[in-house]
């Protein structure tokens, strides 16, 4: 993940400014504590997070301290999409290639059948709100 001097440094700061943010689940403030990441989006196994290289890492709730690297660009993409939600500026790090293609779930809306037939946002499509796919 490539990212910019500027973005790491904010990154960074929304780190350290995270315990501030009275996040209530206690599992979360550990893993930023332990782990120098923000958490960008949660779902029943876990949380996706980036530290402020960049780099986006995912963590089971049950194992927050075996977090792996995310290389699938994809994974990045929706965890990168999700976080701009709450952290505005994250989403220049998000990598549209040329030859991306429209999400077919979704038909490129981003919105995912299902949630727009519930009216919800609690369910995230296959493209992560993005549309396409890489």
């Known amino acids: 993940m490539i990212t910019t001097p500027e973005i790491s440094?904010?990154?960074a700061e929304l780190i350290e400014d995270y315990p501030a943010t009275g996040d209530p689940l206690p599992e979360l403030q550990k893993l930023v504590a332990q782990e120098r990441v923000l958490p960008l989006c949660c779902d029943f196994g876990?949380?996706?997070?980036?530290?402020?290289?960049?780099?986006i890492r995912s963590f089971?709730?049950?194992?927050?301290?075996h977090g792996q690297v995310e290389y699938d660009p994809r994974i990045q993409n929706i965890a990168l999409f999700q976080?701009?939600?709450k952290y505005p500026g994250l989403e220049l790090l998000i990598e549209k290639p040329n030859d991306a293609r429209v999400c077919e779930s979704c038909e490129g809306t981003g919105v995912e059948p299902f949630a727009k037939k519930l009216n919800t946002d609690a369910i995230v499509c296959y493209c992560g709100g993005l549309g396409w796919l890489p």
């Open 60 to 65: 089971l709730w049950d194992d927050t301290l």
């Open 83 to 85: 976080g701009s939600k």
């Open 9 to 11: 440094k904010r990154i």
């Open 46 to 55: 876990g949380v996706m997070a980036i530290n402020a290289e960049g780099e």
